[in-house]
């Protein structure tokens, strides 16, 4: 027979919130992970369809290949073409998010193969994108947002005034915070969040729990 569905966790928060910490935290104390980023930036190198519907909004020399002959795709053209243009992001959105949500799927399909008991989806934009439609929980990870810009300056990622524009494009975190079902402040150092992410933990697992002996 076949277990039981794993309890679906999203863990979301805005540009240099620390989420990505937390769902690797989350992973190393037993969590599977789905990280829909890093997902999507795969089937924007591999999948066809998406390299096809990508080269008709942005133009084909977006891609080049490298000298060993794999694709290689333009991020930062495509960032500030759709951080200035909100009918960009969405039109790129469109392409990708559907791609995201099937392959989560099969993700769900594996860990309840598996037993495993809480599977961690992370994405950047859960619920501007669909993305919290069919999970148990939702976790939000907020931070100082000029903490975010420093963090999201020392990462590379731009420069102040890129990072802001990124950020106007994310919703706010009083509004992903209104929607969340469990908030986790990152405020201190990446101890402090550890600490904080285990005491998120022991509550997924409960509701996990909670979830199983009801029959969810």
Same mark, same amino acid.
């Given at each position: 027979m076949m277990p039981a569905s794993p309890f679906l966790v999203g863990i979301t928060g805005g540009l240099g919130s620390g989420k990505s910490m937390v769902c690797h935290f989350l992973s190393e104390m037993g969590c599977a992970l789905f990280e829909s980023d890093r997902v999507a930036k795969e089937l924007q190198l591999h999948d066809p369809q998406v390299i096809e519907g990508i080269k008709a909004l942005f133009? $084909? @020399? =977006?891609?080049s290949l490298n000298t060993a002959g794999s694709l +290689? !795709? @333009?991020r930062k053209k495509i960032a /500030?073409?759709?951080? /200035? /243009?909100s009918a960009k992001l969405d039109d790129l959105n469109r392409i990708? &998010?559907?791609? =995201?949500?099937d392959e989560f799927q099969k993700a769900v399909f594996n860990a309840r193969r598996q037993g495993t008991k809480i !599977? =961690?989806?992370? #994405?950047a934009i859960l619920f501007e994108s669909g993305g919290n439609e069919g999970l148990d929980?939702? +976790? +939000?990870? =907020?931070? @100082?947002?000029e903490e975010r810009i420093a963090r999201a300056v020392q990462k590379g990622m731009g420069v102040r005034e890129e990072i802001m524009q990124r950020l106007a494009a994310q919703w706010p975190q009083d509004k992903l915070?209104?929607?969340?079902d469990y908030v986790l402040f990152n405020k201190g150092t990446p101890d402090e969040l550890k600490k904080e992410t285990e005491v998120l933990y022991s509550r997924l697992l $409960? #509701?996990?729990? &909670?979830?199983t002996d009801h029959g969810v």
């Open positions: 133009g $084909a @020399d =977006v891609y +290689v !795709l @333009d /500030s073409c759709v951080f /200035s /243009s990708i &998010h559907p791609k =995201v949500a !599977l =961690v989806k992370e #994405a929980a939702v +976790v +939000v990870v =907020v931070a @100082d947002v915070m209104a929607k969340a $409960a #509701a996990a729990s &909670h979830c």
